[in-house]
């Protein structure tokens, strides 16, 4: 799976409170910055309001470290009638810039919504 790698939509630096008994970054913490940057990019195909539906494939690849940057990279993978599929990956730096490494990746599910917050179209022009 690859996503463009030119301009994450998030750049985040986990902290101390994010860390967990084996001295790395909590799971739920990368997944929280992938919810809100895969929010982004489906928020802006919608052109309005979405919430996430299903999370349909999330894979721990290695683990991230305390001072390791996070970049978060999402694009829209498929767009359904009022579903679409973001695909996100995040890329850890490290040793001031010297290492990167692939961490984390998955596929989340969002539905744009109405005011009623009930699902609704999405435009199938793009
Ligand atoms: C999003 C929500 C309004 C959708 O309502 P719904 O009654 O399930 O709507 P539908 O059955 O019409 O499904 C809407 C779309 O979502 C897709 N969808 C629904 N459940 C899905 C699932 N588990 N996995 C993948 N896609 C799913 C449907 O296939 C449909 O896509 P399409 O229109 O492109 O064909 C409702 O499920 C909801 O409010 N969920 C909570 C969202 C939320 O609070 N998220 C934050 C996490 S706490």
């Known amino acids: 799976m690859t996503v463009d790698h030119r301009n994450p939509v998030l750049r985040v630096v986990p902290g101390p409170t994010d860390i967990n008994a084996n001295g790395h970054i909590f799971g739920g913490w990368v997944l929280s910055q992938m ?14 309001s979405v919430a996430t539906v299903a999370i349909e494939k999330m894979e721990f690849i290695e683990p991230i470290h305390l001072r390791d940057v996070i970049s978060v990279f999402a694009e829209v993978d498929r767009v359904g009638r ?19 490494k692939k961490v ?7 539905v744009a919504l109405d005011e009623q917050h009930r699902p609704r179209p999405v435009d199938q022009g793009e």
Do not use: P
């Open 82 to 100: 009022t579903s679409m599929a973001i695909r996100i990956e995040v890329v850890a730096t490290r040793d001031r810039g010297r290492t990167e």
């Open 35 to 48: 919810d809100i940057a895969a929010g982004i990019v489906a928020s802006r195909r919608a052109g309005g």
């Open 104 to 110: 984390t990746e998955a596929i989340f599910t969002f």
